[in-house]
């Protein structure tokens, strides 16, 4: 089994900065895929930023330039950096561990960017 737990969410005004973190606890190995996502009020959740087990990296159009995707396979947790946020950036924001066709999911935490 395995367990995820986001942190870092919070307030900031656009042009901000915050950096989230994911921990994991369990099963875990350095083999699978850790991803974040995000979901808007009244919006499906999105796909952000995906990092392999490689180191490989990539982003969805919206944030590439903006937003940092990295991982530490020895302490379990991947973090995004966020940068130059803008008021579309708010939502909750969920990490994921893939490995085979098992997903997991954190609880969320909630990002809000406003003036």
């Known amino acids: 089994q395995v367990q995820l737990v986001e942190s870092g969410g919070g307030f900031v005004q656009p042009g901000g900065s915050l950096r989230l973190s994911c921990a994991a606890s369990g099963s875990i190995t350095g083999f699978g895929v850790m991803s974040w996502y995000r979901q808007a009020p009244g919006k499906r959740r999105e796909w952000v930023a995906v990092i392999r087990s490689d180191g490989i990296r990539n982003y969805t159009d919206s944030v590439k330039g903006r937003f940092t995707i990295s991982r530490d396979n020895a302490k379990k947790t991947t973090t995004l950096q966020m940068s130059s946020l803008k008021p579309e950036d708010t939502a909750v924001y969920y990490c994921?561990?893939?490995?085979?066709?098992?997903?997991?999911w954190g609880q969320g935490t909630q990002v809000t960017v406003s003036a």
């Open positions: 994921k561990y893939t490995v085979g066709t098992l997903g997991y």
